[in-house]
């Protein structure tokens, strides 16, 4: 029975197959990377048999000099494909000395089966080239098909709770960002204020109203459905079985980098001790360059110097007098956990005032001897989560509005993991109405610091779990944030995530290591904290 109602809402949702092939069709004409002159007649781009090579691998190369790459994307039978599309990483990483950073800027298609990527050189020694192969082009497709024709790849449930006739009834529907189920009698549930939208049907086994609405839920067997019709065959599905393999290299995968010579002016960013201290506004959202690297295991920004937090000691000074909110999803409440963790001590959480879920929040906890909070809660709808309390629900825009903002307010956002579900529009309406609100506060208290902690990347197995939270999305999002916000990037603070855990390690991870915390905690501290 619940298979056929789903088989029903998916057919309702998504309408027929040649719906989903005209879109498809749609949308390669509309992509930039595919060159539609020259028909494919590659097969599926092969990682084991596409290569990469060094630029110049023998030459002699100084702190500061680019280094490209070209990576020549290939089939099972070694033929070039011409059309460009694959999503391809690059790295360059030294283990010996801890180093490693991400490219500047995007891998680029420049045609002709080939790929650049460029990188600035960063330490003196040994500096090795990763490349991997994240998805085929025609993964890449499907993604794109299942994200421009799909408007919704996860669903949810909604609980209705009450007491009618001395008894307590409870009856659980469907919800989503769209009617989830044509035709049914809906409860909308949207925040008309901020035009966010949530449907969920209406309870019809019990005398239960929409406004007995009161708790929200992933429903994994609703989702599994959603994104199982995202794809079309079993072909598709084989796309996804090899993913971030590693493609080989061409030659050497190393050159020797060298001290810069002395007499030679070069940029300020090219060393770190000349660059400016960090502070609102130093990390431009338009230079493509890397957010920096790491080397010894430690950080360094190239748009500013760092200030060098330890964390506990050196941190509460900063800390002090401050009210720090965080407000995203788990890889923010990350954040929250680690200070807790760092200053356990003297910063203290308050038990959950509700039957809350402490992964979705609200969070508190109170450091009275340093005179500082930190809270965290979740971003709103959608939530990929367990039962969570509706009336805890707040989206950023509502927060923002809301907060009593002085300048020892710090506001820090995350917004991704949980969009990867969703078309672009969704994300991009969320992201400008966020930014108004952003705005909106500067003008009640404009030394409110508001930092933005970009996406990162994660793992995604199979094709059920890319096609629904592949990297391939969250860059896609991560990229129209940095654009949305790139003309008010001189009014916030910026934590690179995504460039911090490509230079740090091959690993992929939804909740990054420590090594990773600290690093965003860092920056953090010192947009907060920017003077010695
Ligand atoms: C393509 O890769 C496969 C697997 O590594 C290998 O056996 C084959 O020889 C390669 N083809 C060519 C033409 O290099
Ligand atoms: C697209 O194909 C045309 C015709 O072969 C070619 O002239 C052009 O350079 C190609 N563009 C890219 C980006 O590959
Ligand atoms: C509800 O319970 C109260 C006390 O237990 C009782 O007096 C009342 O009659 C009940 N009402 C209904 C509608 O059952
Ligand atoms: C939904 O309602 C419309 C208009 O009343 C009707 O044309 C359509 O067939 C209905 N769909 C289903 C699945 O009942
Ligand atoms: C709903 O309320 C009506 C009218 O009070 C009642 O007849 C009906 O049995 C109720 N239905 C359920 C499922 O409780
Ligand atoms: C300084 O650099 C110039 C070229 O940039 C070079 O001709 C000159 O020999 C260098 N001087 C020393 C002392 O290295
Ligand atoms: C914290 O606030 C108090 C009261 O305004 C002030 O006296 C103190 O200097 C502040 N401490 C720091 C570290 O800013
Ligand atoms: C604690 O910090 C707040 C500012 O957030 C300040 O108003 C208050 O005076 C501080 N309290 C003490 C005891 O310093
Ligand atoms: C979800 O929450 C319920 C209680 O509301 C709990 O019984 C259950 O174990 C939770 N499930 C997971 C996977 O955490
Ligand atoms: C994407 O979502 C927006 C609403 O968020 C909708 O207007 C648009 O039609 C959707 N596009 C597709 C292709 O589903």
């Not at 000099?65 to 790295?91: F, H, M, P, T, W």
């Not at 907060?403 to 994300?427: G, R």
Request: charged content about 20%.
């Amino acid at each position: 029975m619940l298979e056929l109602i789903f088989v029903f809402i998916f057919q309702q949702v998504f309408g027929s197959t040649s719906t989903r092939g005209h879109y498809a069709s749609t949308v390669q004409q509309t992509t930039p990377h595919l060159n539609i002159s020259r028909p494919e007649t590659a097969g599926v781009t092969s990682d084991k048999n596409s290569t990469y090579y060094i630029i110049d691998a023998s030459r002699k190369y100084q702190i500061c000099d680019r280094l490209d790459v070209i990576i020549e994307a290939r089939d099972s039978k070694n033929q070039l494909k011409v059309n460009g599309g694959d999503y391809i990483r690059v790295r360059i990483y030294n283990n010996d000395l801890k180093a490693g950073a991400s490219a500047d800027g995007e891998v680029s298609y420049l045609g002709d089966g080939k790929y650049k990527a460029s990188f600035t050189l960063r330490w003196v020694g040994k500096t090795f080239v990763r490349a991997s192969l994240v998805h085929p082009a025609e993964a890449v497709n499907v993604l794109r098909r299942a994200r421009d024709t799909c408007p919704t790849r996860c669903g949810y449930n909604g609980r209705f709770t009450g007491t009618i006739g001395n008894k307590s009834v409870v009856e659980d529907t469907v919800c989503n960002i769209i009617t989830p189920v044509p035709n049914a009698t809906v409860c909308d549930l949207t925040r008309h204020a901020i035009a966010e939208p949530w449907f969920c049907t209406a309870p019809t086994k019990t005398n239960l109203t929409c406004s007995d609405f009161a708790w929200t839920c992933v429903n994994s067997k609703y989702s599994a459905a959603l994104y199982r019709s995202a794809m079309l065959t079993k072909d598709e599905e084989s796309l996804f079985g090899r993913q971030k393999q590693p493609i080989p290299v061409r030659g050497v995968n190393f050159v020797t980098v060298t001290e810069p010579e002395k007499n030679i002016s070069s940029p300020a960013h090219c060393s770190n001790e000349r660059l400016p201290p960090c502070t609102v506004g130093s990390h431009s959202l338009s230079n493509p360059m890397a957010a920096g690297y790491f080397f010894k295991g430690h950080w360094y920004s190239n748009y500013c110097r760092l200030r060098s937090f330890v964390i506990p000691s050196s941190s509460l000074e900063c800390l002090t007098n401050k009210t720090l909110y965080f407000h995203g999803d788990s890889t923010t409440r990350q954040y929250y956990e680690y200070l807790v963790m760092s200053l356990k001590s003297s910063l203290k959480p308050n038990p959950p005032t509700k039957q809350s879920n402490w992964k979705v929040g609200p969070s508190i906890a109170e450091d009275k001897v340093n005179n500082f909070t930190v809270h965290y809660r979740h971003h709103g709808y959608p939530i990929r989560n367990n039962w969570t309390d509706a009336s805890e629900v707040k989206y950023i825009e509502e927060a923002l509005d809301e907060l009593q903002a002085t300048p020892d307010t710090v506001y820090v956002f995350t917004l991704w993991a949980h969009l990867t579900t969703l078309n672009m529009s969704f994300y991009e309406h969320r992201v400008r109405r966020i930014k108004a609100a952003v705005e909106r506060l500067h003008r009640r208290s404009p030394e409110t610091l508001v930092v933005i902690k970009s996406a990162n990347t994660r793992s995604h197995g199979s094709a059920g779990s890319s096609v629904m939270v592949s990297d391939w999305y969250a860059r896609e999002l991560d990229m129209k944030l940095r654009e949305i916000f790139k003309s008010y990037d001189k009014k916030i603070g910026f934590i690179d995530q995504w460039s911090m855990v490509v230079g740090f390690s091959n690993v992929d991870a939804i909740h990054p290591g420590q090594g990773i915390i600290s690093t965003g905690m860092r920056t953090l501290l010192s947009y907060m904290c920017p003077k010695e």
